[in-house]
């Protein structure tokens, strides 16, 4: 697709826009992820004295971890402020899903789920990790998936 | 405390199944084995009684004891990061050591090896049974989500 730059003292605020003869899934993804790269939806997490403002979309996963929330991004841990009930109401709207009452995954880092023979339901990640989902949030998981 | 209360409510709840399960079940052997009176158990547990009504009562809380004891062992399935097979064996380890005295008490069975082997062999099945069902369901529901996803990664 041509990505063609507008320059015009008209657009005192930059926007982005498709032009397109008919509207399509496939470009309402695109605009979906063009959404989801520039949103200013942030999170603040602690990195040692650091407070670092991360975007949602960069998080794989928040997580309890010695009685302190904290998120996963590829690069690094950050602890957050948020209990993780309060994090699954603030996230709800977005591609967030409670997993157990100590974990919240992004589903767009999810790769599948694999059961072991003992029957515990495994949340497999992109980046190789795992985790465990109850059988609790497995209906809510499935309802998220079919939206 | 909400938690507390719905615990509550579900245990007696299950209190009142089981009186329910338990007099329909005394009232169906009554019927089919034509007796002259509601038998609320076997005979023999009937006969340990002065009288009738005592038995009943006595048979009402056999009833509602086993009514609290599967309402409580249910709770073992929400252990959150328990097995499948955990949840299944310990459900059915406290299961089978509470109600055995319980069936025994109510004379559901005459108290000898046969009888007992036979009794702890039906319990074993109907666990085989379910655990069956519970990880083809598992596999199911496994399978099921995994196409969503991928259905979900198509269209990002």
Redesign the interface.
Known sequence: MHVKFNISPRFSIPFISINTKTES?DLL?LGR?IERLISKRLIVGQSGAKTVPIPLYQIIRFQTAEKHVVCETIEATYRVKYRIYELAKLLEKDDFIQI??SEIIN??F????????????QVNFTTGKHS?I???F?TK??KE??K | MKNFKRRLLQLTFGAFSGIGIGFLTALTFSTVFKAANFLPSAPQFVSHFATHLQAIWASTFIWATIGLLFSGTALI??I??W?????TIVHFLISYLLFTPLAIWAGWFPVNSLWLLLYTLIFVLIYVFFWII??QS??A??Q???Q?????SR??
């Open positions: 899934a993804q992820n157990s009452s589903l767009n999810l790769a599948n789920l694999s059961a072991s023979p003992s029957g515990v339901y465990y109850s059988r609790r497995m998981l499935r998936l079919l | 399935f929400e959150e990061f097995s499948s097979l955990k949840q519970f990880s598992i596999k529901q496994v099921q989500i995994n969503l996803i991928s259905k979900r269209n990002c």
